[in-house]
């Protein structure tokens, strides 16, 4: 089973961590970073890169596809290089997914129009300008597209997925390997559930993360 991990300049590590660790393990899996070109691509940090070991034109088929998410989204919607690719690979993939505003790159090549898909809750709005039919789900299964709400959400799209693949007791068994098990020490997670000024404070910090690549 090829799973092709798409990066970019910018994206989020946990984006594509979170699923790696787990679906790296798969029964037969080959795993494969690939980006535009073969180089090391920075994170949203800037403080870590992690390295293409293929480019896009190398890679025109996989089983499964994940696609990080990151804070400039007008850049992942529109990425032309990154959408040519979705376009070319989607038709041969068992699975093709996305993890927080990896899910506008989705949209942006067509492959959400009219589907019902997630992505971080403060990009929801362009989601739906793109074509897809947003709805408030941690993960989101349609057909063999999956979606996933912000970062933290693509370790639970990822354990979904294996459980698809590998069946349920090879997903609880990968959910102890890495301990996931999720006990947050603030009820402020959600969109819904945090206070109007800690949303503002949120979208404000996004916005001043965006801004220099935008």
């Not at 896009?56 to 089983?63: I, K």
């Not at 492959?111 to 993960?139: C, F, N, S, Y």
């Not at 020490?185 to 819904?192: E, I, R, V």
Request: include cysteine; aromatic fraction near 6%; glycine fraction near 8%.
């Amino acid at each position: 089973m090829k799973i092709a991990i798409a990066i970019y300049d910018n994206f989020t590590a946990l984006d594509a961590i979170g699923p790696y660790e787990v679906l790296s393990h798969l029964p037969g899996a080959e795993t494969v970073f690939v980006g535009r070109e073969k180089r090391p691509f920075r994170t949203d940090t800037k403080a870590c890169a992690i390295v293409a070991d293929a480019s896009f034109d190398e890679v025109d088929r996989a089983d499964v596809v994940i696609v990080p998410g990151g804070p400039d989204m007008q850049a992942i919607a529109t990425d032309a290089t990154l959408i040519a690719w979705l376009r070319k690979v989607h038709p041969t993939t068992q699975w093709t997914t996305s993890v927080c505003t990896g899910a506008l790159a989705l949209a942006g090549a067509g492959i959400l129009a009219g589907v019902e898909a997630v992505t971080h809750w403060a990009a929801m709005d362009m989601l739906a300008q793109l074509g897809a039919k947003p709805v408030k789900e941690r993960v989101v299964m349609r057909g063999k597209i999956v979606t996933a709400a912000g970062v933290s959400a693509g370790i639970d799209m990822a354990l979904t997925l294996a459980a698809k693949i590998s069946g349920e007791k090879f997903a609880r068994a990968m959910q102890l390997a890495i301990e996931y098990d999720p006990q947050p020490p603030f009820d402020s997670g959600n969109a819904q559930t945090a206070s109007p000024e800690l949303v503002a404070l949120v979208l404000q910090l996004m916005t001043g993360a965006a801004a220099p690549s935008a």
